[in-house]
């Protein structure tokens, strides 16, 4: 039977540290694609990973377990995320596409996917990265929480220390800045200008 | 919650697309996007945007974190002293930042080692049992140098039985300490400039790759572009073929 991680946990507490090495096999992917996401260089995600692991270790027993351990986790992966940027304000947030090159991705393609798939697809993976890069912290990590995480409004308006609401104004806002972005690129069109053409509100308003 | 929605209720729109509201507030939302088609178009863009962010995944990286414990007699389990993070190396960065700590307090031993152990020589010399106020007392004899040099010349064997003893033998221990030290300080100095030269190597290796996967990357395009271009140049010379061919018929009906 698979441990739950409130079992892990309190193994943990009582000295166990191959029950919190069965918490780090457990978390320490989403963690890091957190991190990733957040500040947008592999390396450095990485290190944010391995120094939330170990916070939490240290801080093992003054959690209590008012709160669900990965949230506690999360909170110290963002907490460090959100220190690292803004040591790192003037660095450029996102850097990609990171040491790519076309013919190493060229062998790693799926059978029935051509070049262009491929290339299609790493640009649109990188188009989003870049437009990521443009939203505000608080705008990106609440949709990175949402989309990538599937967080609820509470869990996100938790770790954000925020109401509901404005989880809820980023999120949108966040969506509404992305969705330029991604059209200024040339790459809106790809599914949302078809048929059913979206437009904006304003726009629909003045049609 | 509310059972009926207006356009601009952006938080409401939000709950809609994630399917984070409650079920007559989402029937109020589904009848008036079946009416309203600037908020169907906006739920529809936001709908789309949300399937091209599900493109974006992070790099695969080598993870694999593991916490060991390095020392197993702990008053509280988890207040472990030292932690070491196995199949991980640290980056480079603390790499070069330990190396040069190490080198630093080694330069600052062998700077300060020397007169460290010179004190404690002294201390020990003055520590002999009665040895101070017999040099300086005035009426020295012989047999009284003869017994103090007898007791330590006893005290000195004594010191080399047991080499382990704290307070070592007052004359050989600068040289032999002196000497290890450098030792040390030559190891910890050759330690370094290994770990910098290989860091060294791990860059231009680095470079190198950097370097050769840009010029590929170059030479790919550079290929492009000459497919391109000789794609045009036979596009063109199949046009003037079939203008001569043209002509020769014009002027052959001619």
């Known amino acids: 039977m698979t441990s739950t991680d409130e079992d892990l946990v309190a193994r943990s507490r009582g000295g166990d540290v191959e029950s919190f090495n069965e918490l780090i096999l457990r978390w320490e992917r989403p963690i890091y694609a957190l991190a990733y996401r957040v500040i947008g260089r592999e390396e450095d995600a990485r290190d944010v990973c391995q120094e939330t692991f170990l916070r939490a270790f240290r801080a093992l027993p003054g959690f209590k377990g008012q709160a669900k351990f990965s949230s506690w986790l999360y909170r110290i992966a963002l907490n460090l995320c959100r220190d ?15 040491g790519v090159d076309p013919l190493d991705l060229a062998a790693d393609r799926e059978p029935t996917e051509s070049i262009e798939d491929l290339v299609s697809r790493r640009e649109l993976s990188d188009a989003v990265a870049e437009a990521m890069a443009v939203l505000p912290e608080e705008q990106r990590t609440a949709i990175i929480l949402k989309e990538y995480h599937g967080m609820t409004f509470q869990e996100i308006s938790d770790l954000q220390g925020c109401p509901l609401s404005t989880v809820k104004t980023r999120l949108y806002q966040g969506l509404t800045v992305l969705r330029r972005q991604l059209e200024k690129n040339g790459l809106g069109s790809a599914l949302g200008r078809g048929k059913n053409a979206p437009v904006s509100h304003e726009e629909a308003k003045r049609v | 919650m509310s059972t009926t929605f207006r356009c601009g209720d952006h938080a409401a729109l939000v709950g809609y697309l994630y399917d984070e509201c409650e079920r007559a507030e989402r029937d109020a939302i589904a009848a008036h996007l079946a009416v309203c088609a600037a908020c169907a178009a906006e739920m529809s863009a936001l709908d789309s945007t949300r399937i091209q962010l599900a493109s974006w995944s992070p790099p695969e990286a080598e993870l694999g974190f593991v916490i060991t414990r390095s020392e197993t007699r702990l008053a509280s389990p988890l207040s472990i002293p ?3 993070w196995v199949a991980q190396p640290l980056p480079a960065w603390a790499q070069m930042a330990a190396a040069a700590a190490i080198f630093a307090v080694g330069l600052a031993l062998g700077i300060a ?3 460290v152990l010179t004190q404690r020589a002294d201390s020990v010399a003055r520590d002999v049992p009665g040895g101070d106020q017999e040099g300086r007392a005035a009426g020295v004899t012989v047999a009284t140098l003869d017994a103090l040099e007898e007791r330590l010349r006893t005290e000195i064997a004594g010191l080399r039985a047991s080499p382990s003893a704290p307070s070592a033998a007052p004359a050989s221990a600068p040289a032999t300490s002196d ?13 370094s400039e290994r770990r910098q030269q290989r860091e060294l190597a791990l860059r231009t290796a680095q470079v190198l790759r950097d370097f050769d996967s840009q010029r590929r990357v170059d030479l790919e395009q550079i290929q ?3 497919g391109q271009f000789e794609g045009l140049t036979g596009a063109e010379v199949r046009e003037q073929r079939q203008m001569l061919n043209y002509l020769m018929r014009v002027s052959q009906q001619r």
């Open chain 2, 82 to 84: 030292r932690l070491a």
């Open chain 2, 224 to 226: 492009r572009s000459f």
């Open chain 1, 84 to 98: 690292w940027v803004r040591r790192r304000r003037r660095a450029p947030l996102v850097e990609v596409p990171e």
């Open chain 2, 113 to 115: 080692g020397p007169s």
């Open chain 2, 179 to 191: 000497g290890l030290l450098l030792a040390r300080v030559r190891a910890l100095i050759d330690e």
